[in-house]
């Protein structure tokens, strides 16, 4: 092929090509404004001049063909690839939380106060909540799972303290009956004594970080609901918290992470039994009692969260059950729940992204091949940066949760598509007279 | 009218500078107390406290607060303290994070990958093997037992972290107390004078002492006698007298550093390897043997 046809296929609207039309001046004498403002024309024009070419948004919508393709092959491809295992659970907002201090200056939510039960038996949790029930808080809940039986007395001491607080909120399990598909609570052997109580398992597994959680679940053949415990602590503390939760209904909803354990008032059970805290923190609060262990090694009841140090790779779970929970009141209290872009916006954007940078590397491909592959590697990793800084940043600022993740697939696809393109383009003028900026050589 | 502004911004300005902070007393550990309009009580986790309130503070104690709901501070070290005091603590700086962002970025790309083994401190701290017992602190053997008089030059008590510490915490007990020091003190060096705390110690007495890395616990002692100064004259006059036959000045000196270091009077043993080394300086023996003694010993 020849190149100079190549490098300017559209020679009269090229800068270069009629150098004798344009007064020769010297950079030096521009002035700095028109420096910036030429290199901004030529940028605008190096992105915009194919934009609207049929080549370009062939070319694009090739892409997602790819793209639709590769994700329809029934085999998991991803079972060798340690790349796609170790970003399973992986979300690029959890950088926000491990390496750029979101949530280091939340303050503390003065509306909770945990009280960290630690190794107590049933006895000295039924003292511990009739102590805490004596400073009038306007809530207490109980974060803990009761198998069955054990000790009488301590049973009916725990029972009674569960009849006498109708604010006492208690934990349990929702399992999905395989026959009836009923739901139903299961694992508190105290659910005939307690007023209230809710759900606290949450829809991930052990590994898994917990990014999500129901805040009701629905019967199947009755319009009655099963309230997680977080709906049902705000359903006493703040009924149009309540409301707003229940409003989310039976639908996954994203949890907004705002504090660390460190940033909940957490009082020692013992300290309280002892009368070694000022009872009138909890007046009118909400009181967790839980097991709490701030030992990063000791790992019981810790879970995984995007507030883990460690983003990416293998890490020790970060935060005990009931600060997952605090963190889902305190985002109810806040009003701060994080809004999802819907799937259709989030391939809008993908597609105007792409379109976008196809525009830019068909330009480099046909003008300047030679440093198309630079140019296009350059671009590819500016663009990532940018849409992963824009990404954080409208979730910390919007509380927008836009997934990018597709638009970087196709960014980093396009290049790729450009070769295809022109094989098939070629292909197709050949046999079909069809009209493209592509000719035809070899490389 | 123009005035009107320039007075609102005054009177705002006015309002910020007496705005009082607010404290919450989040933890403590130790004797806490607490003093508010002149009425001194015990600290309890959860308390209100006002800039005007004043908290007190034991030796070993540890007081957590939370000012304004929002910045959190510890004050470890033993005294009183008016809580106006900590307007600095009290400020929170704001996170940006698309600032963050950009240095988190820039860092990324700009630091070069070390091979393992490079850095040894980084790359071979994780061991195979369980540990008993192990603290962060390691003290000579050599000083398990010294013997002071204060006759001879000053001497250290040194030892050796483990840990990138940059505190220590250095207590003596008299040997019948082991509750409450005699003294006590942070220290950012990896050695303490004896100098520094003689004048706290009886002579005559025993005396146990540890270290530890500041905010956790080490539960080695070593002992350190306050002998007498007869008792420590009566030792040296015993082993002078020890004598097989003539000696030249450095090879007695040489003996009785010797015999002083083995009978733990180490600052007396210390001014005789020098005397030893300063008699017969071409003496390559006296001279290695002092530069050794001073190198365990942390003597510069």
């Not at chain 1, 957490?266 to 300290?271: A, K, N, S, T, V």
Request: a neutral charge; proline letters at 4%.
């Amino acid at each position: 092929m020849d190149h100079q046809e190549e490098q300017h296929p559209k020679g009269a609207e090229h800068e270069h090509s009629h150098p004798e039309k344009q007064p020769k001046q010297p950079a030096e004498k521009r002035p700095f404004h028109k420096h910036i403002g030429h290199h901004a024309r030529r940028i605008h024009r190096n992105v915009t001049k194919y934009l609207y070419e049929r080549d370009t948004i062939f070319a694009t919508l090739w892409v997602f063909i790819f793209i639709f393709i590769l994700g329809s092959i029934p085999l998991n491809l991803g079972t060798l690839n340690p790349i796609k295992l170790a970003m399973k659970d992986f979300d690029m907002n959890d950088l926000s939380y491990a390496k750029l201090g979101k949530g280091s200056d939340s303050g503390i939510d003065t509306n909770i106060v945990v009280i960290n039960i630690g190794e107590a038996k049933r006895d000295t949790i039924a003292l511990m909540i009739e102590k805490t029930a004596s400073y009038q808080p306007k809530v207490m809940a109980l974060d803990v799972l009761f198998d069955g039986p054990r000790d009488p007395l301590s049973d009916s001491l725990l029972s009674k303290a569960f009849k006498e607080n109708p604010n006492l909120v208690g934990a349990a399990q929702y399992i999905l009956d395989t026959g009836t598909h009923e739901l139903s609570f299961s694992r508190n052997y105290f659910k005939d004594h307690v007023h209230n109580y809710g759900f606290v398992n949450f829809p991930a597994d052990d590994k898994e970080s917990i990014r999500n959680f129901f805040p009701v679940k629905k019967m199947e053949h009755s319009d009655s609901i099963l309230p997680s415990f977080t709906a049902s602590i705000l359903k006493h503390y703040k009924p149009e918290a309540y409301e707003e939760m229940e409003h989310h209904g039976d639908h996954m909803t994203m949890i907004n992470y705002t504090r660390r354990a460190t940033q909940y008032l957490i009082l020692e059970g013992d300290q309280l039994l002892a009368d070694e805290v000022d009872g009138s923190i909890l007046k009118g609060k909400i009181a967790l009692l839980a097991y709490v262990n701030l030992n990063p090694y000791n790992i019981e009841d810790k879970k995984f969260t995007p507030m883990n140090d460690k983003f990416y790779g293998k890490s020790w779970p970060d935060m005990n059950g009931i600060f997952v929970h605090a963190n889902i009141i305190s985002m109810a209290l806040e009003d701060n729940y994080v809004k999802k872009l819907p799937l259709w916006a989030t391939i809008l954007i993908a597609v105007l992204i792409g379109w976008l940078h196809m525009s830019f590397f068909i330009h480099y491909y046909l003008e300047n091949h030679i440093w198309f592959h630079l140019v296009a590697k350059i671009g590819q990793v500016a663009s990532a940066i940018f849409f992963v800084w824009l990404g954080l940043y409208l979730f910390d600022r919007y509380r927008l949760k836009v997934d990018l993740k597709l638009s970087l697939v196709v960014i980093i696809m396009a290049v790729d598509v450009i070769y295809f393109y022109e094989a098939w383009a070629v292909w197709m003028h050949k046999r079909f007279n069809y009209r493209t900026v592509f000719k035809p050589h070899h490389h | 009218m123009k005035k009107i502004p320039v007075l609102l911004l005054l009177c705002s300005l006015a309002f910020a500078a007496n705005a009082q902070n607010n404290f919450l007393l989040y933890s403590f550990k130790g004797n806490v107390t607490v003093v508010e309009n002149n009425v001194e009580s015990k600290a309890k986790v959860g308390r209100s406290l006002t800039a005007a309130s004043t908290i007190k503070l034991a030796a070993g104690g540890m007081v957590t607060l939370i000012c304004n709901e929002a910045a959190m501070f510890t004050v470890s070290k033993a005294g009183t303290y008016a809580l106006k005091a900590f307007g600095d603590s009290c400020k929170v700086s704001s996170n940006s994070i698309t600032a963050n962002y950009v240095k988190y970025v820039w860092a990324s790309m700009t630091k070069t990958g070390d091979a393992p083994g490079s850095n040894r401190k980084a790359y071979m701290n994780t061991v195979g093997a369980v540990s008993r017992s192990i603290n962060n602190i390691w003290i000579d053997p050599r000083l398990d037992t010294v013997n002071f008089s204060g006759i001879g030059a000053d001497f250290p008590l040194s030892w050796k972290s483990y840990t990138e510490a940059k505190d220590f915490e250095f207590k003596i007990f008299s040997i019948d107390n082991l509750t409450t020091p005699v003294f006590s003190s942070v220290v950012s060096k990896m050695k303490i004078p004896i100098s520094n705390f003689a004048s706290k110690l009886s002579p005559g007495k025993s005396y146990l002492w540890t270290v530890s890395v500041r905010g956790e616990e080490n539960e080695e002692m070593k002992v350190l006698n306050y002998v007498t100064r007869e008792t420590a004259a009566a030792f040296l006059a015993n082993v002078k007298n020890q004598t097989a036959g003539f000696e030249a000045a450095a090879e007695e000196s040489y003996r009785m550093g010797f015999m002083m270091e083995d009978g733990h009077y180490l600052p007396e043993a210390w001014q005789y390897y020098t005397k030893a080394a300063a008699a017969d300086a071409s003496n390559v023996l006296y001279r290695s043997t002092l530069m050794s003694f001073k190198k365990d010993y942390e003597i510069k």
